[in-house]
Structures are given as structure tokens and as C-alpha cells.
């Protein structure tokens, strides 16, 4: 996947028990892990959690509620307790060629959480949408956003082992 910067000046608030999901692209091949880059502007204090999650699905179109397949998730909350340029591996589960794929960034926290990622995908399409259950639980999106008012842009990579 081709990477440039898009929108990298735009920070958004993550809202404490929201989730955040963007679409990542399809997977060009087999994942056992996905690396996902971000930058944390401002830390929230005190963190009761904070998770970011992988999960697969197909497109979301039109607004319609659609529930993604979990494939793996790991627990933030003492990477995002500081800011800066963060990078986040992931294992991941059932992650085939083909599969369309979402990061899911969620938390409970007191304070204000900004996240600015550090690169954006080729067309700036980022499908921001939001759902309301912890990351590491099933998702149900629950509503789509204009994808450029404003990003969560990150850059993902996968391994295959």
C-alpha cells in the first residue's frame, strides 16, 4: 500500500466510551500481525482504558449499520499516557487476501485525547465512522462521517509469518 501525507495538521478528539474506526484498504495477502502508526497530541489523564483493534468486514455504504468480524486487539492505555509519534503492533486472526479492514481506536478517560496520525492513505479516503462498544468487543457501526471533517489518518503495515 502506497502511503503519502494527507490532512496530518488535523487533530480530532476522541470522546471517552466512543469508538473511532477507520478503513484501512483491502489486505494484499495473509496477516498474523498489523503495525499502526499515530500521533498523540494530547494525553488523556486518568486512562480506566484505551485499546485499539483490528477488525474485518465489508465496505460500509450508505450509512448502514454493519457489524465487522474481530480479529485481534491490544490494550494502549500505557502508550497513549504520553505524546508523541506512537507505533502499535497488533496479532491479528483470520486476516485473508482480499479482506476489507478497519482500525477501531477506543477508550474511557478523563481529560481531552487528541490523535494526529502521522500519514493518511493515497486517496484520502479515510471512511471515518464511530460505534459505541469497546474495541476489544464486537462492533456495530452506528453511524459514517464526512472523511474529511476531520481524519483519523494512520499507516498500517502486516506481517505474514
Not at 68 to 80: A, P, R
Not at 94 to 114: K, M, R
Not at 121 to 147: C, E, K
Request: charged share 10%; glycine share 8%; proline share 4%.
Amino acid at each position: 500500500m502506497y502511503l503519502k501525507p494527507i490532512n496530518t495538521t488535523t487533530n480530532i478528539t476522541l470522546s471517552s466510551n466512543t469508538n473511532y474506526i477507520v478503513y484501512l484498504g483491502d489486505a494484499d495477502r495473509n496477516y498474523s500481525t498489523i503495525k499502526i502508526q499515530y500521533n498523540v497530541t494530547n494525553s488523556p489523564s486518568p486512562i480506566t482504558w484505551s485499546e485499539i483493534a483490528i477488525y474485518k468486514g465489508s465496505p460500509i455504504i450508505n450509512n448502514t449499520t454493519n457489524i465487522l468480524t474481530f480479529c485481534g486487539y491490544v490494550d494502549v492505555s500505557g502508550v497513549v499516557n504520553s505524546t508523541g509519534n506512537k507505533t502499535t503492533t497488533i496479532n491479528v486472526t483470520g486476516i485473508t487476501i482480499y479482506d476489507d479492514l478497519y482500525a477501531v481506536f477506543g477508550s474511557v478517560h478523563t481529560g481531552t485525547y487528541n490523535l494526529r496520525a502521522t500519514l493518511a492513505d493515497d486517496l484520502g479516503a479515510g471512511f471515518f465512522a464511530t460505534g459505541g462498544t469497546r474495541p476489544s468487543t464486537t462492533i456495530t457501526i452506528s453511524a459514517i462521517t464526512d472523511s474529511v471533517n476531520p481524519n483519523i489518518w494512520c499507516a498500517w503495515q502486516g506481517s505474514q509469518w
